[in-house]
């Protein structure tokens, strides 16, 4: 490994209350470039450095070169099913509590407040092309959400299984067609997902695919935006981490002709 680090390094804080999880990749610290920034929704799923499989190939992608090295940084919802919710919803069952609705806040939260904080502690590159969201069902969600709602903020959003089962999401999407700023999408459902269901839930596939043709309608051609369908693939945190790695391979532009990084991930 260059500089002879093989791991990268993950700091836990506290913000504003919450749980903070920062990951900075192997060179960090080494060197003087400024590294892309991923927010990651339910970092627990994900970020664990010792045993989680998300890391561990995607630092073997820093290692062959296919993905430029960048810094996550997750931050613990308080109620996942609040805060990563675009408005309010009836719960699908009776046993859960209703949805709560309160993703705006929470996506400011994120932009107004933690983006800065990282921005000023760490050695970030700023600007959307090189920031970007990624979770998957409730968390791929208010990912995409956060791609209508602060698009000159997040240019690089993955949607791991995202819940577009969501009352009107798919018709807010249709509604704000959204503008093109250069920002890359990656989908994943898989196609068992919702089968079986006896809720909206297994409307899954088909909001899904509505949702990549709401992106597609909008201007975002096959380079910047792709969507995969697991076969076999079920509803499941495993799937969610492998397919953690793979989003972020396609949202950072890596040329697979080439085998170098585009351009807007190359800037200092």
Known sequence: MEHGRERG?????VFQGRALSIYTPPS??????RYPVMYVNDPSDYMDTASNEAVTRMEELFREKKLPEMILVGLEPHER?????????KALVETVPDFGGFGKKYLDLVVHELK??????YETRTGPFDTGMIGASLGGLISMF????????????????GSFWYEGFTEYMAERKLADKGQRFYMYVG???GVGKKTIQSAMMARTR??????????????RLRLVIGEGGHHQVPVFVEQFPEALIWIFGRDTKTNTI??????G
């Open 28 to 33: 960090y610290g080494l060197t003087k470039h």
């Open 262 to 267: 585009f351009p807007d991930t190359e800037r």
């Open 191 to 193: 196609d068992q997902e």
């Open 9 to 13: 390094s993950l700091e836990h804080q």
């Open 81 to 89: 099913l609040d805060e990563y919710t675009p408005w309010p919803a």
């Open 146 to 161: 956060a791609a209508y709602e602060h698009p000159g903020v997040f240019g690089k959003i993955g949607c791991i299984s």
């Open 116 to 121: 800065p904080y990282i921005d000023a502690r």
């Open 210 to 223: 509505q949702a990549y043709t709401q992106l597609a309608d909008s201007g975002f051609g096959g380079a």
